[in-house]
């Protein structure tokens, strides 16, 4: 089956945006919801991208949002907050949308889960992404969970942060300056999404997504810094002072840079179980790497508008 009317919970965010791009391309009706439509600008303007404001911790919304669609993604994530908070994102959504699907007949559901999801993990975020996988893998629906490692892209708030702090600090003090991760492209993520979608060979199955290469938090702080024209020294802090230097973040106003259970997440390495990494076949995905993509972002050398197609077609 074609699946061209698709619901994507979490489609304004910044893996969500390619996601949306890519289905459109592949001549998908797209519905994103969204708590305030002018926080979805961006995918207003395409030309088959129904962002509607609703509510999806709502039952009765998020029912409505479901009938008639064809397939639903859920990309809903948060990466601070309490245990509540990321039992009601990661764990309470994945069984309304779930409920959702069942109730209206939506055979096909794509989760993002994350690389390191594990219900008895360390942190809370990795617990609640295991718990969640949990309930996916026990429903009865054509499922796929798809489970990358950090991802990067032009709009991400990873590499972006630490090229931001590089133009201010002279050094740069780091929590888990060892810790390994393996970044991976945000348009190979959306297109394992994508090209999953209508591809029976992935039903039932979770797939980690990872880069061609593992690198250490300092390693990737450097080339941040580096690639924004800002070399600075990193400083690898000690565990205790780590913990509080999280604690302070999480006390300042606004989202905090570093949090406490981020520190806990960074307790695994945060790389593909099996090296090296090679993506499954049927995902059809390039396996990015790093550099090339990052350094022309990092610099401020944005490459062609990725959206320009449809902001044209839209006369915007």
Known sequence: MRHTHVLVLGGSGFIGRYIVNFLINRGCRVTVPARRRDKAKHLIVFPTCDVIEANINDDAQLAR????QHAVINLVGILQGSEADFTRAHVDLTRRALAACQQHKVRRYLHMSALGADAQGPSMYQ????????VVRDCDLNWTILQPSVVFGAEDRFLNTFASLARFAPVIPLAGADVRFQPVWVEDV???????????????QAYELAGPRIYTLRELVQFAATAAGHRRPVIGLPDGVARVQARLMELAPGEPLLSRDNLDSMKRDNVASVQPFTPAPELGIAHTPLEPEASLYLAGMHPRTRFGGFRAHARR
């Open 65 to 68: 949002l479901t009938a008639g």
């Open 127 to 134: 617990r609640s992404k295991g718990a969640a996988e949990r």
């Open 190 to 204: 959306a297109h394992a999404f994508v090209n999953a979608l209508d591809n029976p060979a992935t039903f039932g």
